[in-house]
């Protein structure tokens, strides 16, 4: 396959596997492109990008734009907080009138679950989600699974397990999806008022135990508790939270295997990870990172290819 | 559909070597010098000639790159086929060399006019270079023309080269093939 089946990157649902091998077979070419001496291909001169954020980011947004300005896309940025949405203007107005200016593709990071979705059925132009709500974050889980391939060789019957908040997690909810699609095993551990009612039905294991969790696993991804979502009070407190699941670099020492350590950023440093853990050389924190790029000029780049010229 | 032989296995060997003896006439021991192939179907003559060098003509020195140009292509999105990227292997400084490219077949131009851009990314030859195996004249969209190279044929637009390879095809052969 050298197509991608969907016209919109929306979430991990609406992919199929052989999407997600195209986008990682795409993405191991950026990969040898953005370390070159020159970091850029003119593919994408005739493709204008706008990255709509409704919400805060700093990794994801850097990672995006890095990657449009790769392919020489041209880009515009535009926040919420500084805009006309604070004047009651609505979605479907705000980025119609982006569009009408010409624009091709679309990121959009939206604090409402399907938001991505409602404008892809409203305007005409290439939807990328980056982040929609506690819903999905597709790009995200794709650059954690291309990492663990990258680390491990496939994904393929590798078991994962991802540790911490993950009822208010988009990047939990897409990377169970990727990772079951590509046959991996996953398991989901953290307080039973941080994990969604029916997580089960998702296909992955519950395992409250920390340390079992570990032991069983051969990636680990940690997740950070979200303050910024909860209204209420999920766990008694912080340290507690921390001693029953934050790693430290004794318990990873004390398991019988190296497991990979990864983490979607940002890091609360001494809570769900400490600082040992997270520099270790078994962390491949900043590697994600790196790979983020790589993975999301793969995915505007088939996704642009899709755009009928004009 | 009907195909001709343009060049058997035995007139194959005798240009490959002929290339190759004409490169060192130009380069000599290879020292600043560098050959690159142009992905996809460049990298097989690249791979012949680099082994003819080496082996025969005992030049050690000699690199070999493939380059990949599809990111630089000017039919993005022009055309109904999707553009499927290869594998670029460069791990030499180009920065000064003189390069050579090599692809099979030339034809309108174009895959040429997109390496030249690519190689940029990796510094700045003192002089670039092409050898083809099959130049296809009178074809051309573009101001480039080979500067060592294999055998000049006229062939109309609805006909296409195909050049088989042992190590791909399990011959070496050149041939003609027309839909008409």
């Not at chain 2, 060592?148 to 093939?177: C, F, H, P, T």
Request: proline content about 3%; some cysteine.
């Amino acid at each position: 396959m050298s197509e991608l089946s969907v016209d919109h990157l929306l979430g991990i649902k609406y992919l199929k596997k052989e999407d997600i091998d195209l986008i990682f077979q795409t993405a191991d070419h950026f990969k040898e492109v953005i370390n070159r001496p020159i970091k850029k291909v003119p593919s994408l001169r005739d493709i204008t990008i706008a990255n709509l954020f409704f919400e805060n980011s700093t990794r994801t947004r850097l990672s995006f734009e890095l990657a449009e300005k790769r392919l020489s896309a041209d880009v515009v940025n535009f926040s919420a907080a500084s805009s006309s949405v604070k004047k009651g203007e609505t979605l479907i107005d705000t980025v119609n009138n982006i569009l009408s200016m010409k624009v091709d593709m679309v990121v959009m990071r939206h604090p409402n679950p399907g938001a991505g979705i409602f404008l892809s059925k409203h305007v005409g132009a290439s939807i990328i989600n980056a982040g929609d709500g506690a819903h999905e974050h597709p790009t995200q889980a794709l650059l954690d699974s291309y990492s663990i391939r990258e680390k491990l060789g496939e994904v393929t019957g590798k078991k994962v397990v991802i540790v911490g908040d993950i009822l208010h997690s988009r990047v939990a909810l897409s990377n169970i999806l990727a990772l079951k699609l590509q046959g991996a095993q996953v398991k989901v551990c953290g307080p039973y008022t941080l994990l969604p009612k029916h997580i089960k039905s998702l296909g992955v294991e519950v395992e409250p135990n920390l340390r079992k969790a570990l032991q069983w696993c051969d990636v680990a991804n940690m997740l950070r508790v979200q303050n910024e979502r909860m209204e209420i009070n999920y766990f008694p407190s912080t340290r507690e939270y921390v001693q029953l699941f934050g790693l430290n670099k004794q318990l990873l020492d004390s398991l019988d295997k190296k497991i990979v350590i990864m983490h979607p950023g940002p890091i609360n440093r001494g809570v769900e990870i400490t600082s040992d853990v997270a520099d270790s050389d078994q962390a491949i924190i900043l590697d994600q990172v790196q790979n983020g790029v790589a993975v999301r000029m793969a995915v505007i780049y088939l996704l642009a290819s899709k755009i009928k010229q004009q | 559909m009907s195909q001709k032989v343009l060049l058997t296995s035995k007139e194959m060997n005798i240009i490959l070597h002929r290339l190759a003896c004409q490169l060192i006439e130009n380069h000599n021991t290879f020292e600043n010098s560098v050959i690159i192939g142009i992905q996809p179907r460049g990298v097989f003559l690249a791979n012949r000639i680099y082994k003819i060098l080496k082996e025969e003509y005992g030049i050690s020195a000699v690199k070999m790159g493939q380059l990949d140009i599809t990111f630089y292509r000017d039919d993005f999105r022009r055309s109904d086929k999707p553009l499927e990227a290869n594998k670029t292997h460069i791990d030499f400084v180009v920065e000064d060399k003189r390069v050579i490219f090599i692809d099979d077949v030339l034809y309108t131009g174009r895959s040429i006019r997109a390496a030249l851009t690519a190689v940029q990314s990796f510094g700045r030859p003192s002089e670039i270079e092409l050898l083809t195996l099959i130049d296809r004249r009178f074809s051309r969209h573009l101001p480039i023309q080979p500067d060592y190279n294999g055998r000049q044929v006229d062939a109309i637009n609805e006909e296409k080269v195909k050049v088989n390879w042992k190590e791909n095809e399990g011959e070496d052969e050149v041939y003609l093939i027309s839909n008409v």
